[in-house]
């Protein structure tokens, strides 16, 4: 259930990426296809580095949206629903950021939470910044000439 209502918020993605692929200057499949190109150099060498940069706009609010899922696990697993401390048969459902509100507003253990957060921001911050670190490799800009 969890999974089905997720991905629900997959149309913003797919969105982005739509523009990104009407945002691929067509002369450019038409000179590949003078080329001869077949249908996977065109989306190996024209559609994918033309909107690697979409895909790298993604990925980073990909990693920031899973670390931060807490609504829809909320509303699933609160009271009436269930009894307080539960997420499912053996806490199956209880993601970090579940567990820190639980700390927090329920068993009003304020400082652990804080530490909570302050340990979520640097995992999403690390794991952020080496995406932006390897984006050198393996997004294109086309402005900008090495």
Known sequence: ?????????????????????????????????????????????????????????????????????FSIVYIIFTPPATEIGT??????????????YRNAFQYFKMGYASAMAWVLLLIILTLTLLVFRSQGRWVYYEAVRR
């Open 1 to 69: 259930a969890l999974v089905l209502v997720h991905l629900w918020g997959v149309g913003n993605a797919v969105l982005i990426f739509l523009a990104g692929l009407q945002g691929v200057p067509q002369h450019l499949y038409e000179a590949a296809e003078v080329d001869g190109a077949t249908w996977w150099h065109k989306f190996r060498h024209v559609t994918l580095p033309m909107t690697s940069s979409i895909i790298f706009f993604n990925l980073v609010m990909g990693i920031i949206g899973t670390f931060q899922v």
């Open 87 to 100: 997420a499912g048969p053996e806490n199956a459902a209880l993601v970090y950021v579940l567990y820190l």
